[in-house]
């Protein structure tokens, strides 16, 4: 079954306005979860690494400003769109480890018109 | 700077013969390879991985090589089906494999009936 979940699947919003997205391991605990983007066609890409307790560790060329990661709980990390514009339309999927395995959750399509 | 490639964006495969997807990168830092199968609109889900120690590992009909020297990696599936049909990305990380991954671009695979 799964073991990370996202909420929502799917939201569109207009553009200025933001967006929460949700990532939760699911009966583990994950110090540490990771959030990936991915346009049509292309790769999955990390965004940042979300880190209980502390401050998000964002990838070069990601905005930590536009992209607010709280990771406020041993369960749940928090990726925030402010301000979405339509060049932020995208997939974005989060990740957690348990045990030795990093697993992905089934994805959030954010659609900004 | 695409550190990891997968240069065949897309396979076809008749039922029941081989399917051998490739993969190579170009910083020698990764110790950890992993492969995964994604659907449309979902998240990915694991597959096999390696460590960089070995250069063979196998699980059922999934098999993975990896070419230090060449810095090539591949994924073997034998006997391919038709339900195998998905984008398989392959993915690296520096840190074992709890790190955060680097993906490739992905190769859609059909498995023809």
């Known amino acids: 079954g799964a073991v990370v979940s996202q909420h929502p699947s799917w939201v569109i919003c207009k553009s200025g306005t933001s967006v929460k997205i949700e990532c939760r391991s699911l009966?583990?605990?994950?110090?540490?979860m990771f959030w990936y983007r991915q346009f049509p066609k292309q790769s999955l890409m990390l965004m940042a690494t979300?880190?209980?307790?502390?401050?998000?560790?964002?990838e070069q060329g990601v905005e930590k400003d536009k992209f607010l990661i709280n990771h406020a709980s041993l369960t749940l990390s928090t990726l925030t769109v402010t301000s979405a514009h339509p060049e932020d339309s995208s997939f974005y999927i989060c990740?957690?480890?348990?045990?030795?395995?990093?697993?992905f959750g089934p994805g959030t399509r954010l659609t900004v018109l | 700077d695409q550190q990891v490639k997968q240069n065949s964006p897309s396979l076809s495969v008749q039922e029941g013969r081989i399917s051998i997807l490739n993969c190579d990168y170009t910083?020698?830092?990764?110790?950890?390879f992993l492969w995964y199968k994604k659907y449309p609109a979902e998240g990915p889900t694991f597959l096999i991985s390696?460590?960089?120690?070995?250069d063979k590992n196998e699980d059922g009909r999934f098999t993975v090589f990896l070419n230090k020297s060449a810095k090539h990696l591949s994924l073997h599936i034998v006997p391919s089906q038709p339900g195998d049909s998905a984008v398989y990305f392959c993915?690296?990380?520096?840190?074992?494999?709890?790190?955060?991954?680097?993906f490739g671009q992905g190769t859609t695979l059909q498995v023809k009936p």
């Open positions: 979300s880190n209980e307790g502390s401050k998000a560790t964002y």
């Open positions: 990740s957690a480890n348990r045990a030795d395995t990093q697993y």
């Open positions: 993915a690296a990380s520096g840190s074992g494999n709890t790190g955060k991954l680097i």
């Open positions: 009966d583990f605990q994950a110090t540490t």
């Open positions: 390696i460590s960089s120690i070995k």
């Open positions: 910083n020698s830092m990764f110790d950890y």
